[in-house]
């Protein structure tokens, strides 16, 4: 595709409920990142893929947090029982060469 | 300290003037920056990214590096209202994988 592409793009849930957020990344990127972004936080790296594995991990603040990358492409992050404090922008971006991502438009995840 | 810094700002010039946008970091042992732009509601947009020492310019954005004093700067010239956004330096720490590390922005409003 031309950009990367998130969906959905944006999601209201119940506190406690589970939700899965996808990233399609910019066609042949072998990097796919997540980070989020909370109202008046800055942009903050959750994990990174490279491939179809997870090198780096150490962004994810819980447990509650998982993702999986499937094919080199299409990406899922999972949040489990997810709580208020989960309410934020999550942010997917791709890359071809080492360190020049593209994002995508978001999901703007909304706990109840 | 932060790892990456930026004055929040807001900001503001007039119509055709040159703005200046600054960031400092803290690991000098970085290698890459990176200047992207976010409207509001909206994802952010790479702009730039620069390697080495000295300036490197792109249409109306120069970017400059000084590795040796630890700061990144953007500057806009002939400003236009549409640049009004917030702009995010962003580094690619040491020893932190490929994963960007942020600043928190500076809101530039370019005044008519």
């Known amino acids: 595709g031309a950009g990367v592409s998130q969906s959905p793009s944006n999601k209201v849930t119940e506190k406690g409920k589970d939700v899965e957020l996808r990233c399609d990344p910019i066609?042949?990127?072998?990097?796919l990142y997540w980070y989020r972004q909370s109202l008046g936080q800055g942009l903050e790296f959750l994990i990174y893929?490279?491939?179809?594995?997870?090198?780096?991990k150490s962004g994810l603040p819980s447990d509650r947090f998982s993702a999986e990358r499937t094919g080199g492409s299409v990406s899922t992050l999972t949040i489990q029982r997810t709580q208020q404090e989960d309410s934020a922008v999550y942010l997917c971006?791709?890359?071809?060469?080492?360190?020049?991502?593209?994002f995508g438009p978001g999901t703007r995840l909304t706990v109840l | 300290q932060k790892e990456v810094e930026q004055n929040s700002g807001p900001l503001s010039v007039p119509e055709g003037a040159i703005a200046s946008l600054n960031c400092t970091y803290s690991?000098?042992?970085?290698?890459?920056f990176f200047w992207y732009r976010q409207y509001s509601g909206k994802s952010p947009e790479l702009i730039m990214f620069i390697y080495s020492n000295g300036d490197k310019e792109d249409g109306r954005f120069t970017a400059q590096l000084n590795k040796a004093s630890q700061y990144v700067s953007l500057l806009i010239r002939d400003s236009q209202p549409s640049d009004s956004a917030t702009y995010l330096c962003?580094?690619?720490?040491?020893?932190?994988?490929?994963?960007?590390?942020f600043g928190t922005g500076t809101q530039l409003k370019v005044e008519l």
């Open positions: 971006a791709s890359s071809l060469v080492v360190d020049t991502q593209y």
């Open positions: 893929f490279q491939g179809n594995s997870a090198p780096d």
């Open positions: 962003a580094v690619v720490v040491t020893g932190g994988g490929n994963k960007l590390t």
């Open positions: 690991d000098r042992g970085s290698q890459s």
């Open positions: 066609s042949g990127h072998t990097a």
